[in-house]
């Protein structure tokens, strides 16, 4: 019913930017909550940014609020992740999800998933 595809990762030196873009596909997203989750090698999969396809509004986990800025494209269906001053600890593969519901911060509320992009913070 819905696809989801991320791209825009790569290798970035601390401090730097990136910009990472999900790409919807099948239904439309006039509903829908759209969020990007973050995975480490050997931890969880972890809420970082969310946005209302209505509204606009966006919602950010603290570890990212002001380096992190999520927006959406209606006329495109495509959701993006503005990412600023990376970390070493912000390298992971970032996924894009959504849902039908309002918001949402974890994992199992979201039942469609992209493939994932990485990002890799070098310094």
């Known amino acids: 019913q819905v696809q989801l595809v991320e791209s825009g990762g790569g290798l970035v030196q601390v401090g730097g930017s990136l910009k990472l873009s999900c790409a919807a596909s099948?239904?439309?997203?006039?509903?829908?909550?759209m969020a990007w989750f973050r995975q480490a090698p050997g931890k969880e999969r972890d809420f970082a940014a969310g946005i209302s396809w209505i509204s606009g509004t966006p919602y950010y986990a603290d570890s990212v609020k002001g380096r992190f800025t999520i927006s959406r494209d209606n006329a495109k269906n495509t959701v993006y992740l503005q990412i600023n001053s990376l970390k070493p600890e912000d390298t992971a593969v970032y996924y894009c999800?959504?849902?039908?519901?309002?918001?949402?911060?974890?994992?199992?509320?979201?039942?469609?998933w992209g493939q994932g992009t990485q990002v890799t913070v070098s310094s």
């Open positions: 999800a959504t849902r039908t519901g309002i918001a949402g911060t974890r994992p199992d509320e979201f039942p469609y």
């Open positions: 099948g239904r439309t997203f006039s509903r829908y909550t």
